[in-house]
């Protein structure tokens, strides 16, 4: 009933194309994350979604219904700013309310929707105060607050955790997933270029690269099966090594790829032998940077901690099953 | 022990060096301000005129009020107090600063809503509309003078063509018309100045809370009415006062466009009169003075009245 479907969806401001022929299909109660690298069009493709910007060619539809020139309000939809929005010279019931003002619900449907939502949330003792006099991560949550009150079909959220400190984006992070638990019926659009985020919160991830997208599919699909190079590298972290010459032309490619983690160290003789330059310890985690002979700088990942000292000099192997395989192109090489 | 000691010896540091940068304008506000304030306050309590400022005598108040009796049991009431052609005077400016700050922020506030949306020109707009605040008061003044001239101003031609008035009106000079001219002015030439103030506040709101507001469904007046407003509403109070203080100082246009008219007489034209023209320098500091305690009475008012955050405490 809420799905969301965009049909060669393409924007322009002016005469600069931003996004381009953009194909896509959200079920009901799908989560999906938009990521892709800063200035690619996460933000304006929600705001198309959200009716904030017009749509320049092709069509937006939502729950089967064309949206393209639908007003923002009426499209029942629900967005979370990256800088919160909240009203500065309202409280935060008020903030929450404003909106159910405008939608003419009785007094008392107000109340108990910004009880309902504020009890959710755990914000409810701070009903009286003002914006400004919260934390950054108590903003926050008015403002996902403000938008459950709405009871949107689709939930946009853009870049929501970007302003918050590590550990608060990590809770917050996990009280979005609960909160997408007890709203199982609504999709879930969420804007963001935390890997992390994307990985850990996504039904499906759409990465997006210079206005169109690369590919759509399952966290596992995009991490086990990239669709370009720009996938592979931009999902992972740390990122996937690229190796070019006589390594990838061995396997008749342009460029190999392996992720730092499918690489093993085998000090009783392996296929590469290099030099250490770097390690850097996280304690669940070791990186290993070496200088590989006759194929370049290659990062390795080692679990636990281990001793392997900068200037030693060390074999490897990886795992011929997690190798990946490009063209000049960029495009995946069946192996 | 030690941890508080160099901390205190740290801000007795920061209080010396904030007097030292505070001194020249405390110095300068002293010697510019307080010092000509304080003689005209002394002076109005003595009977000093315009060549016998030396011998200047003290005579108590009674340049204020006095009672004379006149022996056979009646008597009258002199000074500035009793003096009706005073009061006009400050009914006057009273007058002339609610009506012509209310349509400055009116105008202004419509001025700066319409500069502060996106469209071509923007930049060159802005500067235009400075331009009757950009030139000298005496020089406007002048200028509308000789527009709302009865025989030859362009307004009288206009209004005649189009058939508004049926014989010239002599603006300047008429009682009745002398008043709304120098509204007319004023309004024109401070128009800018609110606009621009204000226009610094409408900056100042932050933008994504109206896209809130669209997805909200929030129609655009209430959306003004409820956002906008309470947020400029600071920046508007000052802006106010800002004008208030100016525009009961009034002088220079009264001055120059509607010369020795009662119905434009305000008390900075009624103390001018009486220091320089009648030779009753006493008097005339009087005036001053009261002019002084009325524009602190009705801007601390103000100020109390808005309950004004002058001290950020909003923010
Ligand atoms: N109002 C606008 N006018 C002109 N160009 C714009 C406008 N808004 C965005 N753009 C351009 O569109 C492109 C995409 O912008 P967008 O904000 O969607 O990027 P993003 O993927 O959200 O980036 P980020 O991760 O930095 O937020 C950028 O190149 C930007 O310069
Ligand atoms: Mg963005």
Known sequence: MASVELINVSKSFGKVEVLRDINLSLEQGEFVVFVGPSGCGKSTLLRLIAGLEDITGGELRIGGAPMNDVLPAKRGIAMVFQSYALYPHMSVFENMAFGL?????????????VHEAATMLQIEPLLDRKPRQLSGGQRQRVAIGRAITRDPRVFLFDEPLSNLDAALRVDTRLEIAALRKRLPDTTMIYVTHDQVEAMTLADRIVVLNGGIVEQVGTPMDLY???????VAGFIGSPRMNFLSGPVAEAHGAACLGIRPEHIVLTPEGGDWTGRVTLTERLGSDTFVHVEAEGIGPVNIRVEGRTDIAAGSTIRMTPDPASIHLFDAAGRPVAR | MPETSRKSRLSRNRTRSAWLFLAPMLVTLFIVAAWPLGRTIWFSFTDASLDLMADAKWVGI????????WGDGEGQYYGLLADARWWRSVWNTVRFAVISVAFETLFGLVIALVLNQQFRGRGLVRAAVLVPWAIPTIVSAKMWAWMMHDQFGILNDMFLRLGLISHPVAWTASPDTAMIAVLIVDIWKTTPFMAL???????????????????????????FRKVTLPLIMPAILVAIVFRALDALRIFDIAYVLTPNTDATRTMSVYARENLFDYDQFAYGSAASTLLFLVIALITITFILATRMDLEGRNT
């Open chain 1, 101 to 113: 003002e405008q939608a003419k619900l009785s007094r008392s449907d107000i109340e108990r929707r």
């Open chain 2, 197 to 223: 103030l204000i226009l610094a506040g409408l900056q100042m709101v932050p933008q994504d809370i109206y896209e809130a507001a669209r997805l909200d469904g929030v129609p655009a007046w209430r959306t």
């Open chain 2, 62 to 69: 009674r340049n204020y009020l006095e009672y004379v009796d």
């Open chain 1, 224 to 230: 086990e099966r990239p669709a370009s190079q720009f």
